[in-house]
């Protein structure tokens, strides 16, 4: 069994800052990439960002400047830094796990709610 616990959403203004955090644990073997989602009302899901063991980082166009990924492989745990935070950030976020053997695992989801 694998567990993600993600923590850090909230509610929080425009133009202020949040940070994700998400571990994971149990029989989980040789994490390859590890990543954050997320999904807004009425839309699909949507990646975020991703980090891979190596460090190797993408950014969906509309985070990039604004939002910072990293890991601590040693934790297990991958960080979402968001900064400046706009209403259109407003969503679930999700941490997702990809192992050594290609196979995912999803965490709970976490709310984030920016007002304007």
């Known amino acids: 069994q694998v567990q993600l616990v993600e923590s850090g959403g909230g509610l929080v203004q425009a133009g202020g800052s949040l940070r994700l955090s998400c571990a994971a644990s149990?029989?989980?073997?040789?994490?390859?990439?590890m990543g954050w989602y997320r999904q807004a009302p009425g839309k699909q899901r949507e990646l975020v960002a991703i980090?891979?063991?190596?460090?190797?980082?993408n950014y969906a166009d509309s985070v990039k400047g604004r939002f910072t990924i990293s890991r601590d492989n040693a934790k297990n745990t991958v960080y979402l830094q968001m900064n400046s935070l706009k209403p259109e950030d407003t969503a679930v976020y999700y941490c997702?796990?990809?192992?050594?053997?290609?196979?995912?695992?999803w965490g709970q989801g976490t709310q984030v709610t920016v007002s304007s």
């Open positions: 997702k796990v990809l192992d050594g053997l290609l196979r995912d695992y």
């Open positions: 149990g029989s989980i073997f040789s994490i390859a990439a």
């Open positions: 980090i891979t063991r190596g460090g190797n980082t």
